[in-house]
């Protein structure tokens, strides 16, 4: 069973409280889309091995492929469900994720309750943290009068969000 209300989400008993932005863009939704998503632990321990044995910024810009890889991979799945549900006649929502747009992070343990344990190979710490570090969970909406209306960070107020500062000083 799936609501969504003013202010809260619910599926299968759980209860989420993401933000009004997320709420907003998931009220016509017909039904919700669960994911994780992950690039493996590979590539983190290939970044970490090299910033140990003294490349620092080679192994930072590992770490980057790794995180490049996950969102883009993500963006693949985001795709592939926008296909399908556009052969049934739907539409889908942007993707957000526990994190961001003032969703606590701390519901991440409610997503992954509604998943298979070890996921995709992916766990989760009692401090909502993923395992491998390279992974992305969240939800997508899916309904007949949906759109993808792009990040709307001007709407948002986490101001540690590196993409918010970024738009706020071109502002300036």
């Known amino acids: ?9 619910t599926i299968c008993g759980q209860i989420f409280n993401p933000s009004k932005i997320i709420t907003t863009q998931f009220e016509k939704a017909s039904t919700l889309a669960l994911f994780v998503c992950t690039a493996g632990p590979e590539i983190s321990q290939l970044s970490k091995g090299i910033s140990d044995n003294g490349d620092p910024l080679l192994g930072y810009v590992y770490d980057i492929i790794g995180s490049l890889t996950v969102e883009k991979a ?3 799945i985001q795709k592939e469900l926008e296909i399908e549900c556009q052969k049934l006649g739907l ?3 942007d993707r957000f994720s526990p994190g961001y747009c003032d969703w606590s992070v701390s519901e991440q343990q409610m ?3 509604l998943m298979p344990e070890n996921f995709c190979g992916v766990s989760l710490s009692e401090s909502s943290l993923m395992s491998p570090i390279k992974s992305v969970s969240g939800i997508i909406a899916v309904g007949d009068q949906l759109e993808q209306k792009g990040y709307q960070c001007r709407w948002c107020t986490d101001k540690n969000c590196m993409y918010g500062k970024i738009k706020r000083q071109k502002k300036i």
């Open 111 to 113: 997503l992954f309750a």
């Open 91 to 93: 539409k889908i929502s």
């Open 1 to 9: 069973m799936t609501s969504i209300g003013k202010t809260t989400i």
């Open 74 to 76: 993500t963006d693949k």
